[in-house]
């Protein structure tokens, strides 16, 4: 039999088990690989992006907050249960552009072209097997925003230590 532990809590228990599911959004920090770094490159390169009729909101995890939370989960006793990661503010792929732009001192180059003329060419795109097509543009335009108040709540904190732009500011500065 094992030995009973103690808990922080102060109960004891020798079969109690803790498991925490996290769900994190993209992932982003230094050394960061993936679609970010594509983005990154169109901005560097000053090719102007041509979506920015468009607008979304997308939830990001910085890697210092996602840290941040895996250091809270092994020194508090926090429930177990699954819990959306992400920062508390969300961005939209403007916003986004614009804040790599500025980080890197490069001029921000977003074409806001009407929308139906760039759903006509998406749709030419599907027809014809071409990058640009309806699913991808649904995946470039759609809103992908998660909470993570059940986490912040489960922690006992109001904010994440690092704000969403500070933290795409310093994966930027990295790449």
């Known amino acids: 039999m094992e030995p009973a532990t103690s808990r922080p809590n102060g109960t004891t228990n020798s079969l109690l088990k803790t498991t925490y599911i996290l769900r994190p959004c993209m992932i982003h920090g230094p050394g960061n690989k993936g679609n970010l770094n594509l983005l990154y490159q169109v901005v560097k390169r000053g090719i102007p992006y041509p979506l920015?009729?468009?607008?979304?909101r997308r939830s990001f995890t910085s890697i210092d907050n996602l840290s941040f939370?895996?250091?809270?989960?092994?020194?508090?006793?926090?429930?177990?249960?699954?819990?959306?990661?992400?920062?508390?503010?969300?961005l939209s792929t403007n916003e986004l552009i614009t804040l790599m732009a500025a980080t890197m001192g490069k001029?921000?180059?977003?074409?806001?072209?009407?929308?139906?003329?760039?759903?006509?060419?998406?749709?030419?795109?599907?027809?014809?097997?071409?990058?640009?097509?309806?699913?991808?543009?649904?995946?470039?335009?759609?809103?992908?925003?998660?909470?993570?108040?059940?986490?912040?709540?489960?922690?006992?904190?109001?904010?994440?230590?690092?704000?969403?732009?500070?933290?795409?500011?310093k994966t930027v500065k990295s790449l």
């Open 52 to 56: 920015g009729a468009f607008e979304n």
């Open 69 to 90: 939370v895996i250091e809270q989960l092994i020194e508090k006793d926090i429930p177990t249960g699954i819990y959306n990661m992400g920062d508390d503010e969300t």
């Open 107 to 169: 001029p921000n180059r977003i074409w806001n072209w009407n929308k139906a003329v760039i759903q006509f060419f998406a749709r030419i795109g599907t027809v014809l097997h071409l990058p640009l097509n309806t699913e991808r543009l649904q995946k470039l335009t759609e809103n992908y925003v998660v909470s993570n108040a059940k986490l912040k709540q489960a922690l006992g904190i109001d904010k994440m230590p690092v704000k969403a732009e500070e933290g795409f500011r």
